[in-house]
């Protein structure tokens, strides 16, 4: 590992005075950033260790009469929080969804934003990889890309984001509150994630030396509690990262659909929200037909970034199923295996 | 004491302690963290060294920065091919077929990505490992060939250990064109890495021409004596400790590269030095199960009798060294066929030298053949368990010798039975559980050789009635520390807590390698050899010694139990062993063992463990992922030293059964021809969510013919069978044949 600085402040000023140096980096969880250095994938100059700062660990009610959870938070704690997994039922599922016990217990909510692709080529400092080294290339296209993007890719960078927390936070529409040289402000987490475009090697909307200090939900997200799920496709029972995920969200009144979202996971460089499918959606009647048309829409314009073509068609049925089981019920607690489609039904009656 | 008219005669004789189904003697040290494995060894005075490896796969290094890294605060050395010691012999000589070549810094070549090219060694580990990242390789590259598609197919001279290529009985070709259906399949599996859980660690320590290494191996003796020839100093100069291995798999067997590079790092700096591998460097110097493609093609008569099998392999090994995949080897053993035709070819890719992987051979062939046979049995429209009782192997096919013991049908009858079997529809796609999810059932056969090498112990029973019992054997997390020292009891006729059980050591007698299998037969029989020895010794004492209540029993003979003889015509007639020491005046009496295969035996008899295994998966219609939900094994092979230990080996074995058949391979960048998941995040074994429910019946059988013991090996079969069973299960619950291994759910859309 490179040597590096090691700072610890006291307080968001020292920590945003520290963090403004150039190959500075913030170090909360150090799940993801932590192995990055050791591979030297990742090579900063200075971390700043945010894990001391006051006031960042608590979730409370906001002002706005959503709900506020600090950027230190850490996933196990989120997932677990009784009342919050009752108001924010797939967010939890996801929390729970992802990683390894060992690993939620220590990677935080404001780390989880920020975490990057896990594409190979990102992780392996030989290979060719804009988003590691801009202008170098990128090795995934035409090697192992079995599980990259189908969404939003460019020439530049096929990667994808490998969150499942974020997939559920964007259909909820959370907001993410930064802290930064400039003064506080805030966005909304589907902005927060950049495309590739021609520059995979800027991932989010933050500026050097800004800082995640919190996430919202607003007044709105609770809404969708009774019918709220995230499923996640992948390749072993757990600790595996997702092949295609979706998270669905429904607000019904008289059997029909007043509000929907669906967000999907694994396949873009972002959680991949899907507004036309949402507005699809108002008015219908739950059921197979109408979800299985919104997914249709939700992947317009799918195209595969090299042998992933399987993806795109899973995850129009990810999606349906997401949709069908959230139209089912929110169930009493987080099944055993969450997000696991071998949880629930496969035909999914409706209001079960 | 067990008096059963079961046991065999040395057990009856000698036993209290095998069969007991004990826990483990080391199981106290490995829960308290408190067993030392070769990397918790801090010898004063200790570096640390990290190894450089190459991540092109054919080329030469152009340019290390040496400089760079020797500026770097705490390192001390940088060894390159320019100031590596030398060797007394050229490491790419095989002076043997088990001294494969070493990549240990000869020359600039490079033959495979992750090949070491450098060695840094420094103060701290920190320091070391940043000094691999400052030597900033410059490579002159050539595109290397990594697939099974690139290169020119040969036949190789042998294959495994050193089996024929080619094999065959009666005429294939004329029997499939005869026969009344055919069936013709390719399967493909892929590259797969052992993955110990403890990564290749070594700490030398030199003291003039001597050294002394803590390193994880399976064959301490064949270690010391290659690291001998390589260094040119005596075998005996060298001490290498090896209590613990975190797992081998095949991949310790040998003394690999990176391990002779810690020696000659600790060489080159006159102190002690740790190297211990980094994860993903475990993906190219220290072995890997090479890929293969294997074409099956079986013709059955009418009645479903098989007439031929014709098993093609196409597999590859590195461009500079032989190991072959002998994977349709299993083709001969297992199903009766009047004509069998197997033949291996291979390519030469720019990879490291594939190696042993646990069950060389048999896994991969295992998983092609049960799932060709599965699909002729759904050709005939029989029961895939009709099927192959219906072609069940009398004598073993190949070579017509009857087995020494075979106890398969009743594995299958009662693996059956507790699977529930009898109620499979035959048809796919026909059941779904409660929830809706296909469901499937598959069987497969396991097997595996029962093989035996040489070994060596020492027994010693003491004037206070103690005994001491020593051989060099190697506990890998099988529980050979359990199972040999209950065989060590038994041979000296004590309770297993008057027995010392060393092991793990080269100055100990040579256990032979623990592999193939075959190790609580070899090293087992050895130790029971040393007991009997010193029994045999107390008895002639106590036979002579006209004090003791044994004397003069010579026609009749003595039993010993529990630490007295006994007269075998009056057992209340005894003396204690303290007793016939005493007299005699011996402060101790030593015995020796040895074991070796019997080539009589060998010659008339065909020696092999068997088992079923059944599995249950469940696939989701729509999304094709795949969940087993069930499996049942049922193996026999032998006698049974101790069932815990047998259980958890068959548990494991059929784990990674499901492994083979759903998760692992090698996902290898075929430009570069580096491996892209080298880490256990991406490369998926199980996790304990993906194991539901795994039973494993121990299946009665005895036989007179291995060995004096009747012991058989258990640490492998359990793979085979396995894979092929869920294979099978995936097809019965989707009606879809998936040739393509591991089965991914885009395979099933």
């Known amino acids: 590992m490179k040597p590096f600085e090691y700072l610890r402040p006291g307080s968001i000023a020292e920590a945003l005075a520290a963090g403004a140096a150039p190959g500075a980096a913030y170090l909360a969880g150090g799940t993801n950033l932590l192995d990055l250095m050791k591979g030297g994938a990742s090579l900063p100059d200075r971390l700043v260790d945010i894990t001391r700062l006051p006031g960042l660990d608590r979730v409370e009610p906001a002002a706005d009469g959503g709900l506020r959870i600090g950027a230190l938070v850490r996933n196990a704690t989120l997932a677990h929080d009784p009342g919050f997994a009752r108001a924010y039922p797939a967010v939890a599922e996801a929390l729970l969804s992802g990683a390894s016990a060992q690993l939620r217990n220590a990677a935080t909510v404001g780390g989880n934003l920020v975490q990057r692709t896990r594409c190979a080529y990102f992780y392996d400092p030989t290979s060719a990889c804009n988003k590691r080294r801009p202008g170098s290339g990128c090795d995934a296209r035409g090697g192992e890309n079995r599980l990259h993007a189908v969404l939003g890719w460019s020439e530049h960078c096929i990667a994808t984001h490998p969150s499942d927390f974020c997939v559920a936070l964007a259909a909820l529409g959370a907001v993410v509150e930064i802290a930064g040289p400039a003064g506080p402000r805030e966005v909304l987490l589907e902005d927060f994630h950049r495309l590739p475009g021609d520059a995979p090697e800027r991932e989010t909307v933050l500026e050097p030396g800004e800082l995640v200090t919190a996430l919202r939900l607003p007044p709105d997200a609770a809404g969708f509690a009774a019918h709220a799920r995230y499923i996640k496709l992948r390749e072993r029972t757990s600790y595996a990262f997702a092949v295609v995920s979706a998270a669905a969200a429904l607000r019904l009144e008289g059997g029909v659909i007043a509000e929907a979202r669906l967000a999907l996971g694994a396949v873009a460089l972002k959680p991949w929200r899907a507004h036309g499918a949402e507005r699809l959606l108002v008015g219908r009647t739950p059921g197979p037909e109408a979800f299985r048309q919104a997914a249709e829409l939700a992947l317009e314009g799918a195209t595969p970034s090299g042998d992933n073509g399987f993806k795109i068609e899973l995850a129009r049925r990810i999606a349906t199923r997401a949709l069908l089981l959230a139209a089912a019920g929110t169930p009493e607690r987080v099944p055993a295996l969450p997000a696991s489609p071998f949880s629930h039904p496969v035909g999914v009656p409706l209001h079960a | ?749």
């Open chain 2, 1 to 749: 004491m067990p008096d059963s008219a079961n046991m065999a005669p040395m057990q009856r004789r000698h036993g209290s302690s095998i069969g007991q189904p004990l826990t483990r003697q080391d199981g106290f040290l490995k829960v308290t963290g408190t067993a030392r494995y070769a990397a918790d060894n801090n010898p004063p005075g200790l570096l640390h060294a990290v190894l450089a490896t190459s991540r092109v796969a054919r080329g030469r290094v152009a340019a290390l920065d040496v400089a760079a890294a020797l500026a770097h605060p705490g390192v001390v050395e940088v060894m390159t091919p320019a100031n590596r010691p030398p060797l007394a012999i050229d490491p790419d000589e095989r002076t043997s077929p088990f001294a494969f070549k070493l990549d240990v810094l000869q020359n600039d070549r490079i033959r495979y990505a992750g090949q070491p090219i450098a060695v840094v060694i420094a103060e701290t580990l920190e320091a070391a490992t940043d000094g691999t990242r400052l030597l900033a390789p410059r490579y002159e590259t050539e595109a290397p060939q990594v697939s099974l598609e690139d290169g020119e197919p040969f036949t190789p001279p042998v294959v495994g250990p050193g089996y024929p290529a080619e094999e065959q009985k009666g005429d294939a070709e004329a029997a499939l064109a005869a026969a009344a259906r055919h069936v013709e399949a390719r399967y493909e599996t892929p590259s797969q890495y052992h993955n110990a859980m403890e990564p290749h660690g070594i700490v030398a320590s030199w003291d003039g021409d001597r050294l002394t290494l803590d390193t994880p191996t399976q064959g301490l003796a064949i270690a010391q004596m290659r690291a001998a020839e390589l260094l040119g100093i005596p075998a005996e100069h060298i001490h290498i400790r090896s209590p613990f291995l975190g797992g081998g798999f095949g991949s310790k067997g040998l003394l690999a590269g990176p391990q002779m590079l810690g020696i000659l790092a600790a060489r080159l700096v006159g102190r002690p030095v740790k190297l211990v591998l980094q994860r993903p460097q475990m993906y190219g110097p220290v072995g890997h199960r090479a890929a293969t493609r294997q074409t099956l093609r079986l013709g059955v008569d009418e009645n479903g009798a098989l007439q031929a099998i014709d098993h093609h392999v196409l597999t590859h090994s590195s461009r500079f060294d032989d190991f072959f995949e002998p994977a349709a080897g299993v083709s001969h053993t297992l199903y009766a066929s009047p004509a069998i035709r197997t033949r291996h070819e291979a390519v030469r890719l720019d990879v490291g030298t594939p190696m042993f992987m646990r069950a060389p051979g048999e896994a991969s062939g295992s998983i092609a053949l049960e799932s060709a046979i599965d699909e002729m049995a759904w050709a005939c429209g029989m029961d895939p368990l009709a099927f192959r009782l219906k072609n069940y192997a009398e004598v073993e096919p190949i070579s017509g010798k009857p087995f020494s013991s075979k106890a398969l049908r009743d594995c299958y009858a009662q693996g059956a039975e507790r699977f529930g079997w009898a109620t499979r529809p035959l048809a796919p796609r026909q059941m779904r559980d409660e929830a809706g999810f296909l469901v499937g059932w598959g069987v497969g056969t396991a097997t595996f050789p029962a093989l035996m090498f040489q070994a060596q112990a020492r027994a010693v029973l003491r004037q206070d009635g103690s005994g001491v019992v020593e051989t060099g054997a190697h506990d890998m997390g099988q529980g050979a520390w359990t199972a040999l020292a209950q065989i060590a009891a038994d041979g000296l006729a004590l309770p297993l807590e008057r027995v010392e059980f060393h092991a793990g050591d080269s100055r100990l007698p040579d256990a032979g390698i623990a592999g193939g299998s075959g190790h609580t037969a070899t090293a087992g029989m050895a130790i029971h050899g040393a007991g009997a020895d010193v029994v045999a010794k107390l008895a002639a004492l106590a036979m002579d010694d006209e004090r003791s209540p044994l004397f003069g029993a010579h026609n009749a003979g003595v039993v010993a139990r529990g630490g007295r003889l006994h007269r075998r015509d009056d057992e209340s007639r005894s003396d204690s062993y303290e007793d016939i020491l005493q007299r005699a005046g011996l402060a101790e009496i030593e015995g020796r063992g040895s074991s070796a295969s019997d080539p009589a035996a060998q010659a008339a008899y065909a020696m092999h463990a068997h088992g079923a295994v059944f599995a249950e998966v469940k696939v989701d219609p729509e999304l094709g992922q795949v969940r087993v939900t069930r499996m049942v094994g049922a193996f026999a092979a032998g006698t049974i030293i101790n069932p815990r230990m047998v259980q958890s080996q068959y548990y494991g074995g059929m784990i990674w059964g499901l492994s083979f058949a759903l998760l692992e391979g090698a996902a290898m960048d075929h430009r570069s021809g580096r491996v892209m998941n080298g880490d256990l995040a991406e490369y998926h074994v199980p996790v304990n969510a993906d194991v539901p429910s795994v039973e494993a019946i121990l299946v009665e059988e005895r036989d007179p013919h291995v060995n004096a013991l009747g012991i058989k090996g258990v640490g492998e079969i359990g793979i085979t069978g396995s894979a092929g069973a869920i294979a099978n299960a995936v097809w019965h619950a989707t009606g879809r044949r998936v040739r393509r291994f591991p089965v991914s759910l885009d395979q099933l859309l």
